[in-house]
């Protein structure tokens, strides 16, 4: 039994002790952080669903319960179209991403002896989160662009005889973009796994002949998974939400589910983006729980 004394004037005997049982204990000590989830995470989420069954028209809302935003959506061809194109940008991201990071990761981990120069590099990798996503996106523009820095490399150099179109404004552009800005989601976890994996067990698969490559993909990656998972999760989640980069280094040849849940809000078709986005929610949650059915993350957490 938990016991709460009451402090207060009087005497001794007019002061009681209030006993809790540890369950309702449990609960109370829930309860604020229960109650801030529930109003700025549950809410907010519940009022989208009750939202994507309304009806609307150019001039206003109408409460309803129809669901004719849904068969919008999933009866659509352009609309599955959209979310092909926008997994097609999820997968790509995730590829490079996970290539990219994990070989960072490794190399801090594994080839930097000292903490502190591990804790520099790794600092140095999380400068350009000092400025915007948007800055960093746009700063691709003058360096990708038919008179940016590497076209004219390129045809000063005279590997190109002129510049190249689909540097910018392209499918090309709108996954650099993302997988300049996400990379960082994806290092960060797995570098946290690689920093606690034993390294006596190196040693012994050395003394048992494994090489190089052996160790890597017998120990190291198996290891490395739960990093993986939680690195996929941040890159999955990010790349599905993300419309500004879509919209401007594709300059709008090519299309998200989220840009067009923007676009529907720019024309006040707030219950159809609704409807979008709990499909877009559903559809996120599916993946995170295929990753998490099979990857464990929890001794990460």
Not at 8 to 29: D, F, M, T, V
Not at 58 to 64: A, H, K, Q, T, W
Not at 170 to 176: G, H, T
Not at 231 to 244: E, R
Request: proline letters at 5%.
């Amino acid at each position: 039994m938990t016991t709460v004394r009451l402090i207060g004037a009087g005497s001794p005997k007019e002061k009681r002790a209030i006993r809790i049982p540890p369950a309702l204990a449990a609960y109370l000590q829930a309860l604020p952080l229960t109650a801030i989830l529930g109003f700025f995470f549950a809410l907010p989420i519940l009022m989208i669903v009750v939202v994507s069954f309304w009806d609307y028209d150019f001039s206003g809302l109408y409460p309803d319960f129809i669901t004719l935003n849904y068969e919008e959506v999933l009866g659509s061809w352009v609309t599955w179209k959209t979310y092909l194109n926008t997994l097609k940008y999820m997968a790509i991201v995730w590829v490079l991403t996970l290539a990219i990071g994990f070989w960072v990761a490794y190399f801090l981990a594994f080839h930097i002896r000292t903490t502190t120069m591990q804790m520099v590099l790794f600092l140095v990798c999380t400068v350009p989160f000092l400025t915007s996503n948007i800055i960093r996106m746009i700063s691709w523009i003058p360096v990708l662009g038919r008179n940016g820095l590497v076209n004219q490399g390129l045809v000063g150099l005279g590997i190109v005889p002129q510049p190249i179109e689909w540097l910018l404004y392209s499918d090309f552009a709108v996954v650099l973009a993302m997988v300049h800005l996400y990379t960082l989601f994806m290092v960060t976890p797995i570098f946290n796994t690689l920093m606690r994996i034993d390294r006596s067990l190196f040693e012994a698969a050395r003394d048992a002949g494994a090489t190089s490559w052996q160790i890597l993909w017998n120990v190291v990656i198996p290891l490395a998974k739960p990093g993986i998972a939680i690195g996929t999760i941040f890159v999955v989640t990010l790349v599905m939400a993300d419309f500004s980069t879509v919209q401007v280094m594709s300059g709008g040849q090519s299309a998200s589910v989220a840009l067009m849940m923007k676009n529907q809000m720019s024309l006040l078709q707030y219950p159809a983006a609704a409807a979008n986005a709990v499909v877009l929610l559903v559809l996120v949650l599916l993946m995170v729980a295929a990753i998490l059915r099979v990857v464990d993350i929890r001794k990460e957490l």
